[in-house]
C-alpha cells in the first residue's frame, strides 16, 4: 500500500514503516473511526474525557459503540492486552497502557496483561529462556507502574503460564488454517512452526474471562492498530467457539525522535526508554528530527510543521494535559512564534518529571509484583 508522499506503508505486528495514512488504513483493516457520540458516552462513564480521545490518539474501533451497549445494560467487559517482552519499555509501548488504565477505572474492571516471551523467543534466535524471563521481569515493572489495580489485573506469561491458554489456543487453532494466517501475517514455508501457531496463543486471552466464568463476558482490547491481524483472526474464530467477538479500541503510533517510522526499539537513538536518566532523554530530544524550518530567520518566516515533527506530537499527545496551551503550542509552531529549540526544552522538563514519577513506582512494582501474577 502506497502512501500519498510515494512511501510504501507497511503496518503489520512486527513493523511499521512508511507514512502511516490512518484514513487508508482504517478502510484496509475495515475498522470504524471514533465518533463524538461513541466519546461522549465514554466520557459519561469514565467522568472526563481521556487525552488521548480528545487529542485523537485513540481513533478507531471495531464494535466500541456494542461494548458501550453491554455496559450500560450491566454486562461490563473485561480488558485485554498486551507486551511482546524484546527489550526495554518505550513511550510508545507506555501510551496505550496509560489509556488501558483510564479504561480499568472508568468501567471498575477486569484486565487480562499478557506477555509473549513465547512470541519473542520463536522471532528471535538470539535470545535464550534466561534472556526472555530477564526481559520480561523487567517489563512487568513497568506495566505495574503504570497503576492498574492490582486486585482486577491479572499478568499472563505465556511461557509460565500455558496451562492457562493452551486449551483455548487449542480450540482457536483448530479453526484457523495456514493459508489464513499466510494470508494474514505474511507467513512463509521457511517460518518456524512455532510462529505459525502463535496467532492462537495471543487470541486466548480474549476468551479467557468467558471461559472461567462459564458465561459469556465481551472483551475489549486497546492497543496499537498494528495488532489489529490478531484480533481479525480471533473475531472469525470466536462465534465458531459460541464466545462474543473481542470488540477493539486502535491508537495511533507514536513516531520515534527520527524522522518517519512509530518509535521502535530497534533504532534506540530515537526512543525515549521508561528507564532512560532524564539527561538521556533531553540530549536525545535535543538531537531530534523536528518539522522545523532549516534557520530561525525562516522558521520565524515560513513557520513550521507539527503535524510531523515528534517534537511537537509528543507535546500533544502525552504531555501538555491543558487543552489550551497545547492548541496554542501547535498554532506557535505553525506560525513560527516558537523556535524548535525552545519547544524541546519544554518537552525535556515535562519528560523529565514523567520519568522520574514512573522510576519511583518501577522501583516500588518490586514490592507488589505477586500480587498481579496470574
Ligand atoms: P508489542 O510489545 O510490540 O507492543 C506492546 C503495545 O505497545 C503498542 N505499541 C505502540 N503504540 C504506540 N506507539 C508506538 N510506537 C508503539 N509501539 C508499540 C502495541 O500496539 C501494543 O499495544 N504481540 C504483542 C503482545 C500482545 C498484545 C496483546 C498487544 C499480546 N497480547 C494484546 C496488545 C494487545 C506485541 O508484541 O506487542
Known amino acids: ?212 466464568a462459564n458465561r459469556n463476558v465481551p472483551c475489549l482490547i486497546p492497543a496499537a492498530i498494528d495488532q489489529d491481524p490478531y484480533w481479525r483472526v480471533a473475531r472469525d474464530v470466536a462465534q465458531k467457539l459460541g464466545y462474543y467477538k473481542p470488540a477493539q479500541i486502535h491508537s495511533k503510533f507514536l513516531p520515534g525522535l527520527g524522522k518517519g517510522g512509530k518509535m521502535s526499539s530497534s533504532m534506540p537513538e530515537t526512543c525515549i526508554f521508561m528507564t532512560d536518566t532524564p539527561n538521556v532523554a533531553k540530549k536525545k530530544i535535543m538531537n531530534a528530527f523536528t518539522g522545523g524550518q532549516a534557520t530561525v530567520v525562516e522558521q520565524k518566516r515560513l513557520g513550521g510543521n507539527p503535524s510531523i515533527c515528534p517534537v511537537g506530537l509528543y507535546n500533544y499527545y502525552l504531555f501538555e494535559g491543558d487543552d489550551k496551551a497545547a492548541g496554542e503550542l501547535w498554532k506557535n509552531c505553525g506560525s513560527g512564534a516558537i523556535l524548535c529549540g525552545e519547544c524541546k526544552i519544554l518537552l525535556a522538563e515535562k519528560i523529565k518529571v514523567f520519568l522520574l514519577e514512573h522510576q519511583k513506582k518501577r522501583v516500588e512494582a518490586k514490592e507488589t509484583i505477586e500480587k498481579y501474577l496470574m
Not at 455496559?71 to 526495554?88: A, H, M, Q
Not at 488501558?100 to 468501567?107: G, H, I, M, P, S
Not at 506477555?115 to 512487568?140: A, Q, R, V
Not at 511461557?159 to 495456514?178: P, Q
Open 1 to 212: 500500500m502506497t502512501s500519498q508522499n510515494g512511501d510504501e506503508m507497511v503496518v503489520t505486528p512486527w513493523k511499521v514503516s512508511g507514512e502511516v495514512d490512518y484514513d487508508r488504513l482504517v478502510q484496509k483493516f475495515g475498522t470504524q473511526l471514533l465518533t463524538d457520540d461513541l466519546l461522549n458516552r465514554i466520557k459519561k462513564h469514565a467522568g472526563f474525557l481521556h487525552l488521548q480521545l480528545r487529542r485523537g490518539f485513540f481513533f478507531s474501533h471495531r464494535d466500541f459503540d456494542w461494548i458501550l451497549d453491554q455496559y450500560e445494560s450491566g454486562n461490563p467487559p473485561v480488558l485485554y492486552t498486551g507486551r511482546g517482552p524484546s527489550g526495554k519499555i518505550h513511550l510508545g509501548h507506555i501510551l496505550p497502557w496509560i489509556f488501558t488504565k483510564y479504561l480499568q477505572d472508568a468501567f471498575n474492571t477486569k484486565l487480562y496483561f499478557q506477555l509473549t516471551d513465547d512470541e519473542k523467543f520463536l522471532i528471535h534466535p538470539e535470545f535464550d529462556m534466561k534472556k526472555m524471563s530477564d526481559i520480561t521481569y523487567d517489563n512487568i515493572l513497568d506495566i505495574i507502574a503504570v497503576g492498574f489495580d492490582p486486585r482486577k489485573t491479572k499478568i499472563i506469561t505465556d511461557v509460565k503460564d500455558i496451562s492457562s491458554l493452551y486449551e483455548l489456543a487449542l480450540k482457536v487453532a483448530r479453526h484457523v488454517n495456514f493459508s489464513t494466517v499466510k494470508a494474514v501475517f505474511g507467513f512463509e514455508d521457511a517460518s518456524n512452526i512455532g510462529i505459525i501457531f502463535f496467532p492462537a496463543i495471543q487470541a486466548a486471552p480474549a476468551f479467557l474471562e468467558s471461559s472461567l
